[in-house]
């Protein structure tokens, strides 16, 4: 059994020494999602022009004023909209101007429509307020220089990201192609949900957390159903996913240290090195990561839903962003609320929820089976190898749920 900074050092070393996932161009509004590939730069600038930002009349500020400080009525010379060319400036007078108008050129100020009054009709306007330079002036380039990084390599696109992109003129982008993973599930003991639960049966219930889980992750994802604890069936079953040409197989069940826990000698039979079996966790101490040469990674993780949860979370999550090009996810430190026991050399991930002022707290039903406490939990806290107990107020590694 290894500690898991080990486990994750072993993790990285094997995805880092395979190839990038091969890069894809998409459409901006295919890209939803997706892990860049390389920096996204724009093509152009962000205001592409100086705008006004109000409702007004744009101006030289100098003009806005008499010597005797008295406020001036000037001759209103037309109307810009937004969309409308840019304007020259007269000697003397304003411009009506519109939100997103192109600032005429020689004015550097626009007054809101609420600092004037109209005369004549709307020919003329008496300015009521001393305006500065710059005033409600959108400037080019204030946003997003020209050429400026919009997204460096590795970010997985959200709404906001494709709101940049299309801003500063991008309409494909350079994205990883989808990982694609595959999962097995074991367990002659395991029933679907909707199917009728016979005695001594349970419910599937890790299949369906780990198809979503995937699925939000941005993976093409595939389910290859349930077996029996049948080594034959399982590797028959394992040959025709390896000939799939999957980057990860997730496997649940039978690796711990029953007699129908098999998966490890099955794949040892089939070819496949085993990196690690069993790490100095909780819950899913029993987890197991091997690789076939030039094929698929596989992960075994224990049966138990939570188990699951976080082998996902803090085993295959970590690879699939490593083969994507992200970095690590990073924790935040808290502060307990409660205290909490632990057992003695293991790294415990523990159900929590975040407070405020820097506080976690520790959630009650903390057993690998339990799955209601999920339901509560925003984050996990991460509790190290050393000691039994921490009291409240100690400091943890806390990760988003």
Known sequence: MILYAEARRLMSEAALARPALSEESVPLAQALGRVSASELFGHEPIPPFDNSSMDGYALAHSRAFGASGAPLTLPVLGTILAGDPPRCQAESGVWKIMTGAPIPAG???VIPVEQTREIDAGRAVEILHTPNEGDFIRRAGHDFGAGAQVCPPGTRLTPRHLMALAAVGLAEVPVRRR???ALLSTGAELVPPGKPLSPGKIRDASSAYLAAECARLGCDFEFHGLIADDPAAFSARMDFILAEGYDVVLTTGAVSMGDKDFIPAALKDMGARTIFHKVAIK???PILFAEFPKSSFVFGLPGNPVSSVVGMKFFVTPVLRELLGQSEESPIRCRLKNSADKPEGLRCFYKARRLELGAVEILPGQASFQIHSLL?????AV????????????EVDVYEA
């Open 179 to 181: 990982p694609r993973v």
């Open 107 to 109: 004015c550097d100020c």
């Open 376 to 380: 509560s939990a925003d984050s996990w």
């Open 283 to 285: 819950p899913g101490r």
């Open 383 to 394: 509790l190290p190898e050393e000691g039994t107990h921490m009291n409240p107020g100690a």
